[in-house]
């Protein structure tokens, strides 16, 4: 698929990169940034166990200035797919914020670590984003996934110091 992509590019005279910004100047620029917080040892994963635990029984509220407004427990709730099909039970919650961002965090399966995906996005609302805007709203979406990270991993201090209480 990406070798069409390139080649569609090309044939319009355009890179890749200036593709995709012709694409994010009319539909909006997403981007996501991902992070973990590594805890070894048996201690370290009774510490990532009780971590994940913590955002379904106290979820945050507010994120950054922007409420949560929904929250999706992959082990508790029903979730289907976007064809309906229920989606198996995991230890991962999905946060979707006022603003359009989003997190999600869960434990990996196979190393001794909290995962966080984090997305963000900003959409034209007059149509289009020219070229100097779009510079400066990837700006401002990588400030605020940057901005977020630092959030979530003082979030999660505060939240291992309260647990070890």
């Known amino acids: 698929m990406f070798c069409e992509v390139a080649a569609y590019a090309k044939s319009r005279g355009q890179t890749v990169d200036e593709l995709l910004d012709e694409v994010f100047a009319n539909f909006g620029y997403f981007a996501e940034k991902n992070g973990s917080l590594v805890f070894e040892g048996a201690e370290g994963a009774a510490k990532i166990a009780r971590l994940a635990k913590s955002y379904g029984t106290d979820a ?80 401002q979406v990588g400030e605020k996934l940057d901005r977020l990270w630092d959030w979530l991993q003082k979030d999660a201090e505060s939240r291992m110091t309260a647990s070890d209480t």
């Open 60 to 139: 945050f509220s507010e994120v950054l200035g922007s409420r949560v407004v929904n929250i999706k427990n992959f082990e508790s709730d029903m979730i289907e797919d976007i064809e309906g099909d229920l989606v198996p039970k995991e230890k991962m919650s999905i946060f979707e914020l006022e603003d359009g961002m989003r997190i999600a965090v869960r434990p990996s399966g196979t190393e001794p670590k909290i995962k966080y995906y984090l997305f963000a996005q900003r959409r034209p609302e007059n149509g289009k984003f020219d070229a100097a805007e779009l510079a400066r709203i990837k700006a």
